[in-house]
C-alpha cells in the first residue's frame, strides 16, 4: 500500500499547497533560498495570527464595554498566547537559520519539514474559524463555549509550533 504523504509529494501537493497560502514562495530545496522562504512562512503565519489577536481585542472591548469582566479575563488567556506564539513565530529567525546551516536536508526531512508547516499554516485557518464564532457569540448563550474554542486552538497552536523541529527529524 502507498503511504499517502509520499503519493502527495511525489505529485507536490504538498509544496503546492503551500504555495496556494504563499505567492511567490519557492521551498526549502535550495540551500541559498532556505532562509528566504522560511522567512517569508514565519512571516504569513505570524501575520495570520496577529489579525486573529487584533480580532480578540477588539472582542475584548467589546466585553468590557457591555460589562462582562469575567469573559474579558477568559479571552486574555487566549489573546496572550496567540500574542506570545506570533512573537516566536516572528523572532525565530537566528534559531531557524541555524537549524538550516547545521543539517543537511534529505528529501525525507523536507517532505516533513513541508507537512509541517502546511499543517500551521492550516491552524490559522483552524484558529480564524473559531475567532470567528467568538464573534458571532458575543450576546449570546455559546461565548463561554466560543472563548473556550480559541483558547483551546490557541494553545494547540503554540504547542505546535514547539514541536516544529522534533517532528522534522523524526523519522
Sequence with gaps: MTDPLSKMTEQGDLLGKIR?????????????????????????????????????????????SGGQ??????????????????DRVQGAASGYAGFFDAVRMHKEELERLYAYDLELLQKSDVLKTAVDELVAAVGKDDLAGAIQRVV????????MFD?????????
Excluded at 479571552?75 to 506570545?84: D, P, Q, V
Excluded at 483551546?152 to 504547542?159: E, M, R, T
Excluded at 514541536?163 to 523519522?171: P, T
Design 69 to 86: 469582566l469575567k469573559q474579558v479575563g477568559e479571552l486574555e488567556a487566549a489573546a496572550l498566547k496567540l500574542r506570545a506564539f506570533a
Design 163 to 171: 514541536r516544529r523541529g522534533e517532528a522534522i527529524m523524526a523519522g
Design 20 to 64: 496556494g497560502f504563499l505567492s511567490g514562495f519557492v521551498g526549502y530545496l535550495d540551500r541559498e533560498t532556505r532562509r528566504e522562504a522560511d522567512r517569508m512562512l514565519r512571516d504569513t503565519v505570524a501575520q495570520r495570527f496577529e489579525e486573529q489577536w487584533s480580532r480578540i481585542s477588539e472582542v475584548q472591548r467589546q466585553l468590557v
Design 152 to 159: 483551546v486552538v490557541s494553545q494547540d497552536s503554540v504547542d
